[in-house]
């Protein structure tokens, strides 16, 4: 039995995590999502947060686990019993800084190793960044995000007035 952690900021998570997620599943028994808090960084939503929408975004009965973590990647992956990590790849530009993280974190756990899902072509421009913009100056985001993500972005971010926004 192989397991797999999938860790990230996921601040929040799209479609484009999600196709990652479904086709970890399809190659590893087990798939645990790992949020990840870290004190120095400025997250639009609470780890706690970040993890619910994981979960909301999730298929209904889904086997997939959400945690969240803090500390070094491979420290979550050994504490879950896995052996590989996760991580996607949209863009040859996503490679040089994924490249450095995979052999560092080898470096660290040589019996972790380092998987790289493409996503699919219809998420490959797609970034949590670029959601949390769009969304703040009231464009669509619909498709692109769950429902639960969808509704919890406008709640922050829709600027009020638009058909999103809150006092709109
Ligand atoms: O979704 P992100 O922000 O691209 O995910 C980055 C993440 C969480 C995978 C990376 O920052 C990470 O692994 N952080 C945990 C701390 C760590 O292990 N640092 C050393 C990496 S070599």
Redesign the pocket.
């Known amino acids: 039995m192989t397991t797999a952690v999938y860790?990230?900021?996921?601040?929040p998570i799209h479609s484009g995590?999600l196709d990652v997620i479904g086709r970890a599943r399809e190659i590893f028994d087990r798939v645990v999502v790992?949020v990840?808090e870290?004190e120095h960084k400025d997250y639009l939503f609470s780890v706690e947060e970040r993890a619910e929408l994981v979960r909301q975004s999730l298929a209904q009965g889904t086997d997939i686990e959400v945690r969240h973590?803090?500390?070094?990647?491979?420290?979550?992956a050994v504490a879950a019993g896995a052996s590989v990590?996760v991580?996607g790849l949209r863009a040859v530009s996503d490679l040089d800084s994924e490249f450095?993280?995979?052999?560092?974190?080898r470096r660290?756990e040589p019996q972790v190793h380092t998987v790289f899902l493409t996503t699919g072509f219809s998420n490959v421009y797609l970034s949590?960044s670029l959601l949390k913009d769009v969304c703040a100056h009231g464009g669509s985001i619909e498709g692109l995000v769950s429902p639960a993500v969808e509704r919890a972005l406008q709640l922050k971010l829709a600027p009020a007035g638009t058909v999103a926004g809150r006092a709109g």
């Open positions: 860790p990230g900021s996921f601040d995590h790992g990840l870290n973590f803090s500390g070094l990647a491979v420290g979550f990590i991580r450095q993280m995979a052999l560092m974190n660290l949590s």
